[in-house]
């Protein structure tokens, strides 16, 4: 037997825990099966935590994860509290701190399960979105001053840095290229965000120039949206800032489905640190406790995260399990036009892998 990784745990809020449990019990079933073994530490940090405590985790939270191999999350969000308190308590700074400057999310239209656009066939959509993960509009640079008087002023700063931008593009095109329609689509709003973005697209242009088998091209955030609805499957790598990778994956998520199917890996890729997986839903309060959440996001998510670690058969396992349970019409939860509970459809993958 290998030795174990260590993996943390963060539920977090809402329908994160109720996901969560079954990304575990699934990634531990699928190791399993190649003899690996995984270490998991829960902690209750979250809107819950902060309401106790008036912080979202403890002071040392971050030196406490940095011992971990990857992090992995369910969701951060609470009606109770404003949204860029829980982000900034805790997602946020442990994407700053362990340089997960990579955020990639794929949008897959899998076998099974419909497109709200009409006539797509099953794998007709398949995009990866690069997203820059630790800078841009997500800086948080700004103030506010005369607050609570009709003065009141907020600022709020971009961050693109050369460094920044090349690292993000670099890693979409080193996608692209191991992929079989080594395309990239870069997506910005140069026309309006005159400094940053357009800093990013001359080095959009200058990487480019040294992936000649590359198609590349270039598109103002506006026109993207209309395209991903319009001809989504013409799109293979998408590389765009913190802000737009994150209002786009909620675009393609949909296109393919649902966001119940939608995973993400925050990387930190010179993997001195380590790296977080998560959902990309948020915490759904609506549904939360219900037990109807869709574990499959997480679940994916969780896939990722292995094969991030080394263990890819363990990884393609959760793929495919995945892929047949939509395939052969299993239990489904009602974001894919099902009735059925988080719990059937976690035991549902666990028993395919099984
Ligand atoms: N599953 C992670 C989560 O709860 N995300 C909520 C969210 O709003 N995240 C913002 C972001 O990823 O930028």
Redo the contacts with the bound molecule.
Sequence with gaps: MQASLRIAVIG???I?PDVIGHAVRVSDAAVARIGARLEWTSYPWGTDYYLDHGLMAPPDFLDLLAHYDAIL?????HPQVQ?HLT?NGL??PIRRRFDQCI?VRPAYLYEGVESPLRNKAAGSIDMLVF?ENTEGE?ANVGGRVYQHSDHDIAIQTSVFTRRGCERIIRAAFECAVNRPRGRVASITKSNAQGYGMVLWDEVFADIAKEYPGIKTESLLVDRAVMEFVRRPESFDVVVAS??FG?ILTDLSAIVVGSMGLAA?GNLAPTRQNPSLF??????APDIAGQGIANPL?AILSAAMMLDHLGLGVAATSIHQAVAELLRSGGPRTPDLGGTETTERVGNAVLDLIR
């Design positions: 977090g809020d809402g994160g999350l369910g969701a951060v969000g949204d982000l997602l946020l955020c997203r997500y913190n802000l994150d993400s998560e959902p990309v839903h948020g915490s996001a």
